[in-house]
């Protein structure tokens, strides 16, 4: 379940930073457009792409310290529980042979 958010989550990030670009190059051709309204437009959505941005790279670092976490908290399982983690990998590594050998 949790890889498959993760999985979610890395497709929206890319999404995001595709809009982003796209909209980025939207106001660049723009540019040249006159009128007051158009002006309007333009700045409110390049100040809504800069909060984007900025959240972005916010999940992005919250995404990592995350990972680091975890990693931490398996390699300090696997140094305190040495027989229990051998004990569960050759579990997860029966059952899956046992999965493989069924197809």
Do not use: C, Y
Not at 18 to 40: H, N, P, S, W, Y
Request: no cysteine; hydrophobic share 45%; charged share 25%.
């Amino acid at each position: 379940m949790n890889e498959m958010s993760t999985a979610h989550k890395d497709k929206l990030m890319s999404d995001l930073r595709v809009v982003i670009a796209d909209a980025e190059e939207l106001l660049r051709m723009t540019a040249d457009q006159a009128g007051e309204g158009a002006a309007d437009v333009r700045s409110r959505v390049q100040a809504r792409m800069e909060r984007a941005k900025s959240e972005l790279v916010h999940l992005q670092e919250v995404a990592v310290n995350k990972a680091r976490a975890v990693g931490q908290a398996t390699d300090h399982f696997v140094h305190d529980n040495p027989w229990r983690s051998i004990g569960i990998a050759v579990g997860v590594g029966l059952v899956t042979g046992l999965l493989i050998a069924r197809r």
